[in-house]
């Protein structure tokens, strides 16, 4: 996206549903704080689910909208419908794309407000909200599942997986600077499972000293306070892709294999690093959590079995919601920004901050693409080496081909992250 450095024109402004009855002065003063923005054919204009509060009006070319399902359809701005906003509902449902080069406007919405009164009573507008409805409701009419995950997000009603109790206690005392092992103790061994699994853990080769470690006090002093969170985190997220639901246990089984090799793979590329940027630890929570958002979709598809027979549906869902879902169930966790990042970022290969350093999501990133190497065509994944992740992650000695070199001698350092997550 770049400025054509023109203002509209004030023939420009009255085209548009939203501006036509605005008086002439006030139209001007409108003119003078806008800039005409230029698209390229393939440039993104709006993304799927973008909270932008600002309004979108095409001037010239031609656009595609994309629905959440993957439906679309195209218009010019000769279309009598170009006089409306561009997908103006928040979170949008549609992706904007240019198809030819466009010239169009994005409009603060506060500017809008301050003739409130013009956009209110513009029939238009209306008109142009109910169509917008109605399309979309046509576009996917074949996924209702994805309709009804969507309307609970637009009315701030999703169900959202929980964090399991033991996860959120130890959360709330890790913020005690005169936290023990043995106070730590105490909340972690009111959860069996999970103390008996941190056991394991003291008493494996990673952590494993000579002696064997016999109490949890002496685990978690073994293991440390941090690395101790980090672990019953990953212990506890494990049963959250769990399911009584005979059709989609094999689902979440795939899922939660899936999650526990890129979280490994993301502990190794972690102390693969010259510098100490990344805690392995906590890469590897983060690899946990980067498809979170697909056990929410999994979640309302447990709920409504008549909706999931077409395993196409089921797919389609999860590529347009679990990012969303995923930052959304991280954030209501109250777990670290940066976990909610990798959530809500780490399916995007072509993610690029505009940071020169990289990122959990970033590594996160690359972790996913090593797990790829090797899948055979058909998938759709980039070169590793193409990513700005990879470059910003200075990893040079680990492209594609090392790639598999890499994960080959680290096997068994994975394997034995994985037995630790459990199966």
Request: hydrophobic fraction near 40%.
């Amino acid at each position: 996206m770049d400025s054509v450095n023109e203002r509209p024109t004030l023939a420009e402004l009255r085209r548009l549903s939203t501006l036509r009855e605005v008086d002439r002065t006030t139209l001007g003063q409108i003119a003078n704080r806008l800039v005409i923005l230029r698209a390229q054919p393939g440039e993104e204009l709006l993304a799927q689910g973008s909270r932008d509060e600002r309004t979108l009006y095409l001037l010239s070319g031609r656009v595609r909208l994309t629905a959440v399902d993957g439906k679309t359809r195209e218009f010019d701005h000769s279309d009598p419908t170009a006089s409306n906003p561009l997908a103006r509902l928040r979170p949008s449902r549609y992706q904007v794309n240019a198809v030819t080069r466009v010239n169009y406007l994005r409009i603060d919405n506060d500017l809008l407000e301050s003739v409130e009164p013009a956009y209110e009573s513009s029939s238009l507008l209306d008109a142009y909200q109910v169509s917008e409805d109605a399309e979309f409701t046509e576009m996917a009419a074949d996924n209702r599942l994805m309709i009804r995950i969507y309307q609970d997000l637009n009315a701030d009603k999703l169900a959202l997986p929980t964090l399991p109790q033991v996860a959120a206690r130890i959360g709330k005392v890790m913020n005690d600077p005169s936290l023990t092992a043995d106070r730590l103790a105490k909340v972690v061994g009111a959860d069996p499972a999970i103390a008996a699994k941190l056991m394991r853990a003291a008493n494996s080769p990673r952590y494993g000293g000579r002696a064997p470690i016999t109490t949890l006090s002496n685990a978690i002093a073994r293991i440390g306070l941090e690395q101790t969170h980090n672990l019953v985190l990953a212990f506890a997220i494990q049963e959250l892709f769990r399911t009584g639901s005979g059709m989609l246990r094999q689902r979440m089984r795939d899922a939660w294999k899936h999650s526990r090799r890129v979280a490994a793979v993301s502990h190794v590329l972690a102390g693969k690093l010259e510098t100490p940027r990344f805690d392995p630890s906590f890469a590897l929570l983060a690899g946990l959590l980067h498809d979170i958002g697909l056990v929410a979709v999994l979640g309302y598809a447990r709920e409504c079995p008549e909706l999931t027979q077409d395993e196409s549906v089921l797919d389609a869902t999860a590529a347009a919601l679990r990012s969303q879902l995923g930052g959304a169930i991280v954030r209501r966790w109250h777990l670290p920004e940066e976990l909610a990042i990798v959530a809500q970022d780490a399916h995007d290969w072509s993610r690029d901050t505009g940071h020169p350093g990289a990122d959990y999501a970033d590594l996160v990133i690359v972790a996913q693409l090593h797990c790829h190497t090797g899948t055979g065509p058909g998938f759709d994944v980039p070169s590793i080496d193409r990513t700005a992740a990879y470059r910003k992650l200075g990893l040079g000695e680990l492209g594609p081909d090392q790639g598999v070199q890499l994960l080959a001698k680290a096997q068994e350092e994975i394997r034995e992250i994985e037995t630790l997550l459990g199966s």
